[in-house]
């Protein structure tokens, strides 16, 4: 695999290869030094056009524990402000030599648009409201580890699908993972023709008893301008999961960050059934795999000689004579 | 609908730069003019710019110094026109200017063409208009015509000084590239037009339902999370004007028709007896949404492609003639700015240069449309207008464009005679290749490997 740019162009074992990848990665997460030099001498750069706090960090994070060398632009106080095109600015970066280049845009495509401009390997990290396919990697493997198989899993994802690209990501994910998936929200906020991905659509709650997983959406306050609801009152009201809705058996998922009160209630982040701190946790070392596997992939790319240093047999990380990033 | 008739101004213009009268033998050429039911094999003689005479292959011969063109087993039509261009002058010479988007015209095989007015500054006032007249008296290779806008800078609240803006010559009146929002000012255009005259040429949007849609709403759009454009908004617009055509008894031209139901309110209004012409562009007649799943921009355009059911409907109405003409909403933009992901590049394709070897090869070579309903719809873009529609008869206007149907060719391969190159059929291979335009008795187009020999 060259690039990650959707999920829609991952199969089902490219996901079950990068899930393995992402569970030997977590072992290195335990130890007290928590590197391997899979990527040392390697360079990734990390684009940001859009604020991030998770996405981002956890990305440089990943990057570091492979022991490549990470450069991180945002788009505020760099060429971008000054006006400087998509295909410039990535022409630029390109001559830095990097191997890989992970984007965050607003728009959809931006990915797969750089991936055509830059011999680097792209990796996407949310391009508007199309896909944030290293979200739904992680969400398949926080519920794997939880539930063992997620074969016949049904899985409502609720609320603001429209200008979702996490929903996108996930509808896609789960299905080729063999999971029923269905959608809900209120009616302007699930965009016609959505079924056509593979799911159920309902547009209220009844039902959700059904579900083993709910995965609530974030529901962001700007899309009240756009008089997609009523209120955040009357959404919470018909869609809000709390502590009533979330059956013992169910368990809670969520993208992050999390509007307390809106979608979630407090008792239900609170509950023993929510994995969304696990979530965030599983974002490094599966975003470690996505890494390993975009430079690794194809021959000709791989990394000479440290693909050997596989981190279930690497104890601990080579002394870096080249004088590794630490 | 009980008003007065029409006042008369002058008639629309059409200007074009001095060019010597061609004087032409093309001999053999397999001619096809609905209109003058001509269909078969004839010489061709043109003299002093116009048909002079028609008669059988081999029977003419050609007078000292004509040009003769052997055109055995190549196609003969009337030229064509197009009703819906963007010049992008004054304002954007850097994307299409007078002489580069007329030489692209006459690569396409059409003889006279009309250019929108949402310029920078917009063509609202006559001052503009006749600096636009006056450039294309120097530069134009075919005849073109100018609209003027419905409203000051197309802003949708007040009238142009339409009167006026007729009296120097304007085509036809148009807030191209936007709707007419308002239904009272809508209705305001159709009264004053029987003052001014000219029919209202009409880009149907309701634009609470386009909202910031970039692509058809539909399965794609909701597979790909961008944000659609419903079909509604396009034939919602397409009921009310029709409706408010038909109350003040007004002529109105729907422009690039992209969605059934839009064909369908056409269809109803027409059989109503409204007023009402509209055309269909080449990349919709070809293209669906199904193209926009790269997110290639050179797919974005307004309205956008929709579906493989909407185009069927496009089809099937041009084949009908419930939609009356083909124009290709020709629509330069400069490289850098397609060069931008798909959300933020702006909306448009050309067409001159494919309209034709785009249609033939999608639509006329597997059998969906005859070849001599093409020609009759892609000539006849300019009747709304009042201004002309090529024929070949004895005595007519040479408009003349001939091409090889068996000729193909990759689009882009050799660049165009357009200044820009988004073209949706970039890389494409294309059968039917223009080789000759004759464009009010000029020669405005010759293929360059094409040769022509000189009578001595």
């Not at chain 1, 002394?319 to 990033?325: D, E, F, T």
């Not at chain 2, 209705?187 to 609470?208: D, F, K, M, N």
């Not at chain 2, 034939?235 to 059934?260: K, N, P, W, Y």
Request: hydrophobic share 40%; charged share 25%.
């Amino acid at each position: 695999m060259k690039h990650l740019l959707s999920i829609e162009d991952v199969s089902r074992e490219d996901i079950e290869r990068l899930l393995a990848r992402a569970e030997s990665f977590a072992e290195v997460s335990g130890r007290t030094i928590k590197k391997v030099p899979a990527l040392r001498g390697r360079t990734v750069v990390n684009l940001f056009y859009e604020a991030s706090t998770r996405t981002s960090s956890s990305f440089e994070l990943a990057a570091k524990r492979l022991s490549a060398d990470v450069i991180n632009v945002k788009s505020s106080g760099s060429s971008v402000e000054k006006g400087e095109s998509l295909k410039d600015t990535i022409q630029t970066l390109s001559a830095y030599d990097p191997s890989a280049i992970v984007i965050r845009s607003p728009h959809a495509g931006a990915a797969a648009m750089i991936a055509r401009w830059t011999p680097a390997s792209v990796v996407n990290a949310g391009d508007g409201k199309h896909e944030h396919p290293t979200q739904a990697l992680l969400d398949l493997y926080t519920l794997r580890r939880r539930i063992g198989t997620l074969e016949g899993v049904k899985l409502w994802i609720v609320g603001d699908v429209l200008h979702s690209r996490v929903a996108r990501s996930n509808i896609l994910a789960f299905t080729k993972m063999g999971c029923e998936v269905t959608v809900c929200g209120p009616p302007t906020l699930i965009p016609r023709g959505i079924d056509q991905l593979g799911c159920d659509v309902r547009f209220s709650l009844d039902g959700i008893e059904q579900a083993d997983v709910i995965y609530a959406l974030r529901m962001q306050r700007e899309r009240m301008e756009g008089a997609f609801v009523p209120s955040l009152r009357e959404y919470a009201a018909c869609f809000q999961i709390d502590g009533r809705r979330l059956r013992p058996h169910q368990l809670l998922m969520h993208p992050g960050p999390v509007n307390r009160g809106v979608e979630l209630s407090a008792e239900a982040i609170d509950s023993p059934q929510a994995l969304i701190t696990q979530q965030v946790e599983s974002g490094v070392v599966v975003r470690m795999a996505v890494l390993f596997e975009v430079l690794s992939g194809g021959g000709a790319d791989a990394p000479e000689g440290e693909l050997a240093s596989h981190p279930t047999r690497d104890r601990e990380p080579d002394p870096a004579p080249m004088g590794g990033a630490a | 609908m009980n008003q007065a008739p029409e006042a008369q101004t002058r008639p629309p213009r059409l200007d074009r730069a001095p060019a010597k009268p061609a004087n032409a033998l093309i001999r053999g050429a397999k001619v096809i003019d609905p209109r003058s039911g001509v269909d078969g094999n004839h010489d061709l003689l043109i003299r002093g710019g116009e048909i002079a005479e028609i008669g059988a292959p081999g029977s003419l011969s050609a007078p000292d110094g004509a040009e003769v063109i052997e055109a055995e087993g190549l196609h003969a039509f009337p030229a064509f026109v197009d009703p819906h261009v963007h010049l992008r002058t004054p304002g954007r010479e850097d994307e299409e200017d007078i002489d580069s988007g007329t030489r692209a015209a006459a690569a396409g095989g059409f003889c006279a063409i009309v250019a929108m007015p949402n310029t920078d500054p917009v063509v609202d006032d006559a001052s503009v208009l006749r600096s636009l007249q006056e450039r294309a008296r120097a530069q134009a290779r075919v005849p073109v015509g100018f609209t003027a806008a419905i409203t000051r800078g197309q802003q949708g609240e007040d009238l142009t000084e339409m009167w006026e803006l007729a009296e120097v010559g304007a085509a036809a009146f148009t807030d191209d590239g936007l709707p007419v929002r308002s239904a009272g000012v809508m209705r305001q255009a159709l009264q004053y037009q029987r003052l001014a005259g000219r029919v209202l040429a009409l880009h149907e949007e309701e634009p609470s339902l386009s909202r910031k849609g970039v692509m058809h709403e539909g399965v794609v759009s909701a597979g790909l999370g961008v944000a659609g454009i419903p079909s509604v908004s396009e034939s919602t617009m397409v009921q009310r004007d029709c409706a408010l055509a038909r109350f003040e008894g007004g002529r109105i031209h729907i422009q690039h028709l992209s969605a059934r139901e839009s064909v369908e309110a056409v269809e109803a209004a027409k059989a109503q007896g409204v007023l009402v012409t509209c055309e269909a562009s080449p990349h919709h007649l070809t293209l669906t949404d199904e193209a926009v799943r790269t997110l290639d921009t050179s797919f974005k355009m307004n309205p956008p492609l929709r579906t493989e059911d909407d185009r069927q409907a496009l089809i099937e109405g041009l084949r009908s003639g419930v939609i009356d003409c083909v124009a290709t909403d020709h629509a330069p933009h400069a490289r850098e700015e397609k060069e931008e992901v798909f959300e933020t590049a702006p909306m448009g394709v050309t067409g001159l240069e494919t309209a034709f070897a785009a249609l033939v090869t999608d639509l006329v070579l597997p059998g969906h449309l005859k070849l001599a309903t093409l020609v009759e719809r892609m000539t006849a873009g300019l009747e709304p207008l009042g201004l002309l529609v090529p024929t070949i008869a004895k005595g007519a206007p040479a408009n003349i464009c001939l091409a090889d149907l068996r000729a193909t060719w990759e689009v882009g391969d050799a660049g165009y005679e357009s200044r820009s190159v988004n073209n949706a059929f970039a890389g494409r291979t294309l059968t039917g290749r223009v080789l000759v335009t004759v464009a009010d008795g000029t020669v405005a187009y010759r293929e360059r490997s094409f040769a022509i020999g000189v009578a001595r």
